[in-house]
C-alpha cells in the first residue's frame, strides 16, 4: 500500500501546510489583535495561563503547530541527504514538537502580574518542556545545516545559518538578558517574539525544502 506521504498530493500540500503551521507558531499576533492590540510586553506564556482570556485558543494552537510540523517530516527528511545528520534534524524536530505539545498541556501557572507561589511545579514543568522544545529546535536547525553543507540546495544551508545565530543564539542571549533585568519591559516580550518568528521562518523554509523532489530514501 502506498504511503500518505508520498506522491504529488502530499508535496502540494507542503507549503501550505507549513505557512499554516508558522502563522499559528506566531499566534502573539491572534492575541494581539483580540485584545485590542494591547499585550505585546507580555511574555507569550502568561497570555496562554489558565484565566487569560484567548489561553485556550493560544495552547490549541501551539498544539496544532506541532501536528503540522511532524506532517512536514516524511517529506523533509526525503529531500534531505541521507545519514546521522539527517535523522538527528528529523527527531530533533520532532522534540521540538513534544516539547511544544507538553508546554501547551502544562500551561504556564501564572499569567501577567501575578504572583506563582505554591505552583512552582507546574511552572518548572511549564519552563522546563519550553526551553526542551526550542532546543530541539535549533538543535534540529544546526544538524539541518550538517547535513547540507556538501549537498542540498544553497539557499537552505544559508538560511539554517541565520535562523540558528540570529534566532536561536542573538535573539534568545537578547531575551534572557532583558527577561533577567525586566528593564526595559517593552524589550521582554519584544525579544521573545523576534526569537518565536525566526522559528516561524524556520518552518516555512522546512516546508519549501521538504516539497523538492529528491527521494534521497
Keep these: 500500500m502506498r504511503s500518505p506521504f508520498r506522491g504529488a498530493r502530499y508535496r502540494r500540500s507542503l507549503i501550505p501546510v507549513g505557512c ?5 507558531y506566531a499566534n502573539f499576533l491572534l492575541d494581539w489583535v483580540l485584545r485590542g492590540f ?5 511574555v507569550v506564556s502568561q497570555l496562554a495561563a489558565p484565566g ?6 493560544l495552547r490549541v494552537t501551539d498544539v496544532l503547530t506541532a501536528v503540522l510540523v511532524v506532517y512536514l517530516l516524511p517529506g523533509v527528511r526525503r529531500a534531505l541527504p ?6 538527528v534534524t528529523i527527531w530533533a524536530t520532532v522534540l521540538f514538537a513534544a516539547g ?9 501557572p501564572c499569567g501577567p502580574g501575578e504572583v506563582c507561589d505554591g505552583r512552582l511545579l507546574q511552572a518548572a514543568v511549564h519552563d522546563g518542556s519550553s526551553i526542551v522544545s526550542d532546543t530541539g529546535l535549533f ?4 544538524a539541518a545545516w550538517f547535513a547540507t553543507r556538501r549537498a542540498g540546495p544553497v539557499w537552505f544551508r544559508r538560511a539554517a545559518l541565520w535562523v540558528f545565530w540570529l534566532g536561536g543564539i ?3 542571549a537578547a531575551f534572557g538578558i532583558v527577561n533577567h533585568l525586566q528593564r526595559p519591559l517593552w524589550a521582554v516580550g519584544a525579544t521573545q517574539r523576534i526569537h518565536i518568528l525566526w522559528i516561524s521562518a524556520w518552518i516555512v523554509c522546512l516546508a519549501i525544502h521538504a516539497k ?5 530514501g
Excluded at 511544544?100 to 504556564?108: G, K, R
Excluded at 523538492?212 to 534521497?216: C, G, H, N, V
Aim: proline content about 7%; cysteine-free.
Design 139 to 142: 538543535a534540529a536547525v544546526a
Design 100 to 108: 511544544a505539545v507538553l508546554a501547551a498541556v502544562v500551561a504556564s
Design 82 to 87: 541521507p545519514g546521522g545528520w539527517r535523522e
Design 52 to 57: 487569560q482570556p484567548y489561553a485556550t485558543l
Design 212 to 216: 523538492e523532489p529528491s527521494d534521497a
Design 20 to 24: 499554516v503551521a508558522a502563522f499559528l
Design 170 to 172: 542573538a535573539a534568545s
Design 38 to 42: 494591547d499585550g505585546m510586553d507580555v
